[in-house]
């Protein structure tokens, strides 16, 4: 049973910075990708920054240059560096595991809210 446990998030004034972190435990085989999500009320789960196997980082257009994704393989977490937050990036945030043995496996976190509000 893998899990994944968030942490990090809160209230920030625009311009603040916050930095999210997402502990993955359990039986862990075939790991293929960690990344995180959001999700604004009245909107659609958009993925934020991913980290893959290979050591590639993607981000989506709106967070880069002011988010950093990073991974520590010996602790299993992945973490989000949030810089210069705008009030847009209010959302929940969830971390995603994907893992492909044999299966292709998807796990997620429960969510972290993160307000930016002034």
């Known amino acids: 049973q893998v899990q994944l446990v968030e942490s990090g998030g809160g209230l920030v004034q625009p311009g603040g910075s916050l930095r999210l972190s997402c502990a993955a435990s359990g039986s862990i085989f075939g790991f293929n990708a960690m990344g995180w999500y959001r999700q604004a009320p009245g909107k659609q789960r958009e993925l934020v920054a991913i980290n893959t196997r290979g050591g590639s980082t993607n981000y989506a257009d709106s967070v880069k240059g002011r988010f950093t994704i990073s991974r520590d393989n010996a602790k299993n977490t992945v973490y989000l560096q949030m810089n210069s937050l705008k009030p847009d990036d209010t959302a929940v945030y969830y971390c995603?595991?994907?893992?492909?043995?044999?299966?292709?496996?998807?796990?997620w976190g429960q969510g972290t809210q993160v307000t930016v509000s002034s």
């Open positions: 995603k595991l994907t893992t492909i043995w044999g299966a292709r496996n998807d796990y």
